[in-house]
């Protein structure tokens, strides 16, 4: 196992493009980039908000954490320790900064924005049209799929690790379209919902992961080194590149299934909810529940 010399742990030091502090390594483009996100959503719910009478309610502190666990996750994941082993040396890290940007991110992010702040955008013609073609469950799953397909080729793969913009461009792709492929599945507001809780919604999220678990099939049964980027990286673990390999296809095969099946257990029971009030409004005598919009959350949940 070739030795890599550990970096100096420096209280700061700085250089145009990064930051290093206590040993932490920051990308200059990532903190302004997750700055940006977190002020821009902190000044709209806020000050701007009742600046400008966009809504009297203020947004629910869970909304908010919600929102800035999304950042934070976004930050961790593109800079320190796990960007660095990602980029340099380990598979499976990149497995797991990739599963963390595209499986665990979005569904915060999106359950983040207050419903109001949504509505206000689709009063604009072009953002409606737009955001209704890019939330389309079609449209989304192609867009998700061939994106995930296409960076996991090993040539685009080795690329992106190759040049610095290109590995920029990929993690933005994969953030876009994993918010595409959530919105259907998590929908803050009725506008833009295609497909209302229930079974087709548990087909919808249980047919995204079927590419996904076939290319980690592939990766984790693999003879052979895949990317070969990683194969001539220092070894820093007792792991071979191909065991290594193997672990990183485990990791995206395993966990990253139980997501999309804990996210179909939450449309289930969402279902049954609205169901059973349903049923329970017509036993009382009533003519029962109206359905509720959104993906059967209540109006007032949603606020």
């Keep these: 196992m070739t030795e890599v010399p550990p970096a100096p742990l420096l209280l700061a030091s700085a250089s145009w493009d990064r930051l290093v502090v206590f040993g932490f390594e920051i990308h200059v483009t990532v903190l302004l980039g997750t700055l940006y996100l977190a002020g821009a959503y ?4 806020d000050p701007a908000r009742r600046k400008y009478g966009w809504e009297a309610e203020p947004v ?7 929102y800035l666990a999304a950042v934070a996750v976004i930050f961790l994941s593109l800079n320190g320790p796990l960007h660095t082993y990602s980029d340099q ?3 499976s890290a990149h497995m797991v900064q990739h599963m963390l940007l595209m499986l665990v991110m979005p569904p915060f992010l999106i359950l983040g924005v207050p419903p109001w702040l949504i509505r ?11 955001a209704r073609i890019l939330t389309h469950p079609v449209v989304a799953y192609l867009a998700y799929n061939v994106t995930f397909v296409g960076w996991h080729v090993p040539a685009a793969y080795n690329w992106a690790l190759l040049y610095h913009n290109a590995h920029i461009l990929q993690h933005l792709m994969f953030m876009a379209v994993a918010v595409m492929m959530w919105w259907p599945v998590v ?8 497909i209302p809780t229930g079974p087709l919604l548990m087909v919808y999220v249980f047919l995204f992961g079927i590419p996904t678990t076939v290319v980690s099939a592939l990766i984790t049964l693999s003879d052979r080194v895949v990317y070969s980027w990683y194969e001539l990286a220092p070894r ?32 289930f029971f969402r279902w049954t909810r609205g169901e059973y009030a349903t049923w329970e409004g017509k036993g009382k005598g009533g003519e029962g529940k109206p359905p509720q919009p959104g993906n059967g959350l209540p109006s007032a949940e949603r606020e």
């Design 42 to 45: 902190l000044l709209a719910v």
């Design 60 to 66: 629910p502190r869970w909304r908010k954490a919600s």
């Design 89 to 91: 040396y380990l598979f």
């Design 120 to 130: 206000r955008a689709l009063t604009r013609p072009a953002v409606a049209k737009t």
């Design 187 to 194: 929908n803050p507001v009725p506008e833009l919902e295609r």
């Design 236 to 267: 820093v673990t007792s792991l071979s590149a191909l065991e290594d390999q193997r672990l990183g296809g485990l990791l995206m095969w395993i966990p990253g299934m139980l997501i999309f099946w804990v996210a179909i257990s939450v449309v």
